[in-house]
C-alpha cells in the first residue's frame, strides 16, 4: 500500500482545512463544533504516533500482572477487569495501580494531554 | 426552539399584574440551547424602575416526561424560596407559572449579577478578592441549604451514597465498555463506604459554573435542578472533584480554596465537623459519576441518539476521570 500522502499528512489537510477555511466562517454553535472536530483530529494523530508503542507497553505489564501471555491487550484488559470486579485484585495488589496509573498517563497524552490532572501525576516511575 | 413571540405576550400580561399596567417587556432572549429547561433573559421596564429577570420554563411550556431525577420546575422554584428564607444567597422567585396557562409550566425569578464562568472566576484580576472569600461563603452556603428542614420538601429524590453507587454501576455496566480504572473505583467504593450521616437536602450540583460570583465572593447558588435528599458529604466533595477545578488542581475547592478553611467555615456555620478523610470517599465517588457520565454521553453518539462530534469526543475525557481517580487513590491515607 501507499503512503503518499500518509494518513498523518491527510488528517493535518482536514484539519487545516477547518482551523484556517471553515472555522473563521462559522458563527455561534457550528463555530464551537468547528474547534472540537479540529481537537477530535489533533487526537486522531497522536494516537497514530502513541499508540502502537503503549498498547505494546500496555500488553507487557497486563501478561506480568495476570500471569499469562498471547492474548491481545484488549482481551487482557478485560480479564483484569474481572479480576478486580470479583475482588481477586485491589489496591493492595502488588503493581496493580502502577500499572494502571502508566496505562492512564499514556491514554491521556493522547486524549487530553493539557489535563491538568496529569500534570499533577507523579510520573517519576518513567512507565510511559 | 421558540423565538420568544409566544411568551412575550403572557410575560407581558404578568409584568402588568405584577409591575403596573405601564410596563413593557425589553430585550427577551433565549440564554440556553438546553434540552431540559428553557432560560430567557429579559427585562421589565416600569415607570419607576427596570427590572432585571430570568424566565425558567419547560420547553414549549409543556414539561416532558424526564428520563433524570431532574426535579420539576416548580419543585425547583419552591427550593429557591425555602433556601432564601433559611439565609442562602439565591435569586428571588417572583412568579411561578402553572402547567396548562398561556405561560406555561415556568417561574420568573430576578437576575442576578456576576460571572459563572469557572475560568474567569479563576483567572480575572477583577475576582481577586472573591477568590479569597469564596470558600468561607461557599462552606456557609452549603451549612446553610444542608440545616434546611426536609419534613417541608416534597417531591425530592432520595439518594444516599450507596444508592448513587447502586445507580451509576447499572449504568456503566449497561454501556457495556469496561474499564479497569472505573471498576477498581466501584470496588473500593463498596469496600471502604463509611456510615451514612443524617440525611439532609442535597443541592446536586454544587461547584463553579452553578454560581454566580461577583467581586465580593458568592452572589447566589443556582441549578438546583439536581437537589435531592442525600448525605451532606456529596456537595462538599462535589466541588472538591477535579473535573470542577477548571485546570487550578492544587486548590483542592473548586480551584480556589483549601479544604480544611472550607470544612472549618462549615462547620462554624452549625454544619457538622466532617474530616478530609471522609471527603476523599466522596470525591472518589464524584470523579467515578462524573467519568461514567461522560462514557453516557458518548453512548448517545455511539447509538446514533445524537450523531454530534462534540458527543462523539466527550467519550476521551473519561481518561480525565481515571487520572483523577489514580491521584485520589495515591493519597488515601495522607490524612492518617
Known amino acids: 500500500m501507499h503512503d503518499g500522502p500518509s494518513a498523518e499528512e491527510l488528517i493535518e489537510a482536514v ?3 477547518i482551523d484556517k477555511t471553515a472555522a473563521p466562517q462559522l458563527t455561534g454553535h457550528a463555530a464551537f463544533h468547528a474547534r472540537v472536530a479540529s481537537n477530535a483530529l489533533a487526537t486522531v494523530l497522536r494516537e497514530l504516533a502513541i499508540r502502537p508503542i503503549a498498547e505494546a507497553r500496555e500488553k507487557e505489564r497486563l501478561e506480568a500482572l495476570l500471569g499469562v501471555t498471547g492474548d491481545s491487550a484488549g482481551a487482557l484488559n478485560s480479564q483484569l ?31 487530553q494531554p493539557g489535563y491538568s490532572g496529569l500534570r499533577s501525576a507523579d510520573t517519576g516511575n518513567g512507565l510511559i | 426552539m421558540g423565538n420568544g413571540i409566544d411568551i412575550e405576550k403572557p410575560l407581558t400580561a404578568w409584568g402588568h399584574a405584577h409591575f403596573g399596567a405601564g410596563s413593557r417587556v425589553e430585550g427577551l432572549k433565549r440564554l440556553s440551547g438546553g434540552a ?6 429579559f427585562d421589565v421596564a416600569a415607570s419607576n424602575a427596570r427590572h432585571a429577570l430570568i424566565l425558567r420554563r419547560a420547553p414549549g411550556g409543556v414539561a416532558a416526561a424526564r428520563s433524570s431525577e431532574a426535579v420539576s420546575l416548580a419543585t425547583e422554584a419552591a427550593l429557591l424560596g425555602a433556601t432564601s428564607k433559611a439565609g442562602v444567597r439565591v435569586p428571588e422567585v417572583l412568579h411561578v407559572s402553572a402547567p396548562g396557562t398561556a405561560l406555561g409550566e415556568a417561574f420568573v425569578m430576578r437576575r442576578v449579577n456576576g460571572e459563572t464562568l469557572g475560568r474567569k472566576i479563576l483567572r480575572d484580576d477583577e475576582f481577586s478578592v472573591a477568590r479569597i472569600r469564596l470558600t468561607r461563603d461557599c462552606g456557609e452556603a452549603l451549612a446553610g441549604i444542608h440545616a434546611i428542614p426536609t419534613a417541608g420538601l416534597v417531591d425530592l429524590p432520595r439518594s444516599l ?19 479497569p480504572v472505573l471498576e477498581l473505583a466501584f470496588a473500593w467504593l463498596k469496600a471502604n463506604a ?57 486548590k483542592r475547592v473548586g480551584g480556589f480554596g483549601d479544604l480544611p478553611e472550607l470544612l472549618d467555615a462549615y462547620a462554624a456555620a452549625g454544619g457538622a465537623r466532617f474530616s478530609a478523610a471522609e471527603i476523599d470517599w466522596w470525591e472518589i465517588q464524584g470523579s467515578l ?18 450523531p454530534s462530534v462534540e458527543r462523539a469526543a466527550i467519550g476521551r475525557r473519561v481518561s480525565e476521570n481515571e487520572i483523577d481517580l489514580i491521584n485520589l487513590f495515591e493519597g488515601l491515607g495522607r490524612h492518617a
Open chain 1, 15 to 17: 484539519k487545516a482545512f
Open chain 1, 81 to 111: 477487569c474481572e479480576a478486580i470486579r470479583s475482588g481477586s485484585m485491589d489496591l493492595s495488589t502488588a503493581g496493580l495501580l502502577a500499572h494502571l496509573k502508566s496505562t492512564t498517563i499514556a491514554q491521556l497524552s493522547v486524549d
Open chain 2, 36 to 41: 431540559s429547561q428553557e432560560t430567557w433573559a
Open chain 2, 161 to 179: 451514597g450507596e444508592d448513587q453507587i447502586r445507580k451509576y454501576e447499572a449504568i456503566y455496566r449497561g454501556l457495556g465498555m469496561p474499564r
Open chain 2, 194 to 250: 463509611p456510615a451514612p450521616a443524617t440525611p439532609v437536602l442535597v443541592h446536586g450540583d454544587f461547584r463553579l459554573g452553578n454560581l454566580i460570583v461577583d467581586q465580593n465572593g458568592l452572589g447566589a447558588v443556582l441549578d438546583w435542578e439536581l437537589a435531592h435528599i442525600g448525605d451532606p458529604r456529596e456537595d462538599i466533595a462535589w466541588l472538591c472533584v477535579n473535573s470542577w477545578r477548571f485546570g487550578h488542581s492544587e
Open chain 2, 289 to 306: 459519576k462524573w467519568g461514567v457520565m461522560c462514557m453516557m454521553m458518548y453512548s448517545a453518539y455511539k447509538t446514533g441518539a445524537d
